[in-house]
């Protein structure tokens, strides 16, 4: 179906989905023994996936007149893994507050961009399964950070969890990233009409 909108890319964005997975896969096994080379894996990791998302927003920029949320996205998760090379120094402190301030911003553009998604469907009278998407995105991303920075026990005891969180993350881009390619059909259908 791809040719039906052949200047949109979906697989950019679960590519990006997977390598969400690949960071939380990463992260349980390196969870109690993080290096500068599983900082370079994971900064890695999230570069690529701010860079397909970048690419995904800029080739979908005449489809999508609210692409600013996923530039705004793709340059945090660049941020992100730069930001682990730069400052992490293969320390677990330095991971972990570069990693509890990603997932704030992750949380804040999510919710941002939820309520854009809730005003334009105002008057449809349901909550719509992107809403929900929204929703579950954000409260993953806080509780990755509240987990990360905020949790009493402190960050050597959350490590040995918080991979489960970009995981969930993850799933939920691909999921997202389903409902978007086939509500952007749908419209491409009725627009045949």
Same mark, same amino acid.
């Given at each position: ?7 949109? +890319?979906w697989?950019?964005?679960?590519? +990006?989905g =997977?390598l969400y997975?690949l &960071? ?6 390196? %969870? ?5 080379q599983s ?21 979908? $920029?005449r489809?999508d007149?609210n692409?600013?949320?996923g530039i705004l ?12 090379f ?9 991971? =972990?507050?570069?990693? /509890?301030?990603w @997932?704030m ?7 941002? $961009? @939820?309520?854009?998604t809730?005003? @334009?469907?105002?008057? %449809?009278? =349901? =909550?719509s /399964?992107?809403? &929900?998407v929204?929703f579950?995105?954000?409260?993953a991303a806080?509780g ?10 402190g ?8 991979g489960?969180f970009? &995981?969930?993350?993850?799933v939920?881009? &691909?999921?997202?990233?389903? $409902?978007? +390619?086939? $509500?952007?059909? +749908?419209?491409?259908?009725? @627009?045949?009409r």
């Amino acid at each position: 179906m791809d040719s039906l909108n052949p200047t949109q +890319r979906w697989w950019l964005m679960v590519a +990006r989905g =997977v390598l969400y997975i690949l &960071i939380g896969a990463v992260m349980f096994v390196f %969870a109690n023994t993080y290096t500068a080379q599983s900082g370079a894996i994971l900064g890695t990791l999230a570069v690529l996936a701010g860079v397909c998302q970048l690419v995904f927003s800029f080739t979908n $920029q005449r489809k999508d007149k609210n692409h600013i949320w996923g530039i705004l996205h793709g340059l945090t998760d660049v941020a992100f893994g730069v930001a682990i090379f730069l400052f992490s120094d293969g320390t677990v402190k330095g991971f =972990v507050d570069i990693l /509890g301030f990603w @997932a704030m911003m992750y949380a804040f553009l999510q919710s941002v $961009q @939820a309520m854009y998604t809730f005003m @334009a469907a105002r008057g %449809a009278g =349901v =909550v719509s /399964g992107t809403s &929900i998407v929204h929703f579950a995105n954000i409260l993953a991303a806080g509780g990755l950070a509240f987990s990360l920075l905020l949790r009493p026990a402190g960050f050597d005891d959350s490590l040995g969890y918080v991979g489960v969180f970009p &995981i969930a993350l993850g799933v939920l881009i &691909i999921v997202l990233t389903q $409902q978007m +390619r086939a $509500q952007a059909e +749908r419209s491409y259908h009725n @627009a045949d009409r």
